[in-house]
């Protein structure tokens, strides 16, 4: 007598193994969507305390050039969609005084008196992060 698999066994096997696959793979999809916009927040997080360590420097007046926030900001910050770090319109990781649609991309938005400010991040498909960050927050 031989000792072996079927043909029908190995059929079985290749099926449940697809079924596995099915149910895993969107399931790691979405995690993986949920850690992009996890990173995105972080980086408005950080681009938040940035704002407020400048303006303590400056006495309590947000600042309203890129070039100040852009030499305070940590140089490993990178956007979790395109893996660009930087002050770019779009690419990079943040964008000044402009409302960016691309994804993962924050924006820091200053009024003109320097006393307000908004920060807003972008996720997937270009939709606002659930979350606007104003001073006081």
């Known amino acids: 007598m031989?000792?072996?698999?079927?043909l029908i066994e190995l059929m079985v096997v290749v099926v449940i193994i697809g079924i596995l696959a099915a149910i895993a793979i969107p399931n790691f999809v979405k995690t993986i969507d949920k850690a992009k916009v996890a990173s995105v927040k972080a980086?408005?997080?950080t681009m938040?305390?940035?704002v407020e360590g400048v303006s303590?420097?400056?006495?309590?007046?947000?600042c309203q050039t890129a070039a100040v926030v852009q030499a305070e900001l940590p140089s490993n910050l990178k956007n979790p969609y395109t893996q660009a770090a930087g002050l770019a319109s779009g690419a990079g990781v943040w964008v000044y005084g402009a409302d960016p649609a691309a994804?993962?991309?924050i924006?820091?938005?200053p009024d003109a008196t320097g006393s307000v400010y908004s920060i807003q991040g972008y996720g997937k498909a270009s939709l606002i992060v659930d979350l606007i960050l104003i001073p006081g927050q």
């Open 103 to 105: 994804s993962g991309v």
């Open 107 to 109: 924006s820091y938005q």
């Open 2 to 6: 031989r000792k072996g698999f079927t």
């Open 56 to 62: 303590v420097d400056s006495m309590g007046v947000y």
């Open 43 to 45: 980086n408005m997080h």
């Open 48 to 50: 938040q305390v940035t």
